[in-house]
């Protein structure tokens, strides 16, 4: 696993931080067939024995995007343009961070019979699920665009900034689902509890509404804490205003990822070590 360059100059460099992080990815590395499979087996899995198979990863999304367009454009957001576009951003977004976290809770759990039985790296269960979620954005995204230029409301060239929020968002969702992943091992109540508080979150970030129509001291306070709403905020700013990002949410986005990333595999990798006496 040590012919892939960067890794090797990681792995090579005299500072010890970036030692042994280059060694935790050649061991991480070790396991990516595994999580190939895995990915692969999420994908196909969710719609296995259907009759249209892969097709439901496209009619999901778009099916999606003409609901919201005739109960959200149509019928209640008439007052806002092109409404169906914002809360297809959104919740696209919403349903990938929801996804990774709920689905990340049970997954080690879900899993025990390889954690306990299988020698290999517990953090490959989580990635594996993130990616998968990040391939079904992809594909959402992609047919939001797409008929975004059909119907002559966009995108614009903003939406290079997609690729670095997705990314950002996959890194702080793992970080996230460390933590829950290892803490739903010792008390299984904690899934239950993420998916009430999930089901709040849905409103209490701009989704259904605009931001600066609903902004109160309030408000503005719950959302100043709350990374989700960075990520939403910029992912609106590119789809559905077209403009670039705000720069300082852009900041945040991208200073918090990897911060959550690095404490939640730190604690994933402290209580790892009770999983099989839990499970």
């Known amino acids: 696993m040590t012919g892939f360059k960067p890794v090797k100059r990681m792995m090579d460099s005299k500072n010890q931080y970036v030692h042994r992080f280059g060694h935790y990815i050649a061991y991480l590395l070790q396991y990516r067939t595994m999580m190939e499979s895995m990915v692969s087996k999420e994908l196909k899995g969710r719609f296995k024995y259907t009759a249209l198979g892969y097709f439901w990863h496209l009619l999901n999304p778009l099916s999606q995007i003409v609901i919201y367009y ?46 306990t039985k299988m020698a290999f790296a517990r ?10 979620g990040l391939v079904t954005l992809t594909i959402s995204y992609v047919i939001l665009a797409v008929l975004m230029l059909i119907t002559g409301t966009g995108p614009t060239w903003c939406i290079v900034f997609i690729p670095i929020l997705a ?10 689902a460390f933590i829950l992943s290892a803490a ?40 100043s804490i709350n990374p989700l709403y960075y990520y939403i905020e910029c992912i609106h700013d590119v789809f559905y205003a077209g403009v670039v990002p705000d720069m300082m949410y852009m900041v945040v986005c991208i200073i918090v990822a990897p911060i959550v990333f690095v404490i ?10 009770g999983f099989a006496e839990r499970l």
């Open 70 to 115: 005739f109960i959200f454009t149509v019928i209640f957001g008439k007052d806002i343009p092109n409404y169906w576009v914002y809360i297809s951003t959104g919740m696209f977004a919403f349903t990938f961070i929801n996804s990774c976290i709920t689905g990340g809770c049970n997954i080690i759990v879900s899993n025990k019979n390889m954690v």
């Open 123 to 132: 953090e490959t269960l989580i990635f594996s699920k993130v990616l998968s």
């Open 167 to 176: 990314i950002c968002m996959a890194v702080f969702c793992t970080g996230i």
């Open 184 to 223: 739903t091992v010792y008390l299984r109540d904690i899934a239950n509890a993420v998916g009430i508080i999930m089901g709040c979150m849905m409103f209490a970030i701009p989704i259904f509404y605009v931001a600066s129509q609903r902004a109160t001291p309030l408000m503005e306070t719950i959302w």
């Open 264 to 273: 939640g595999l730190f604690v994933f990798k402290k209580l790892e070590r």
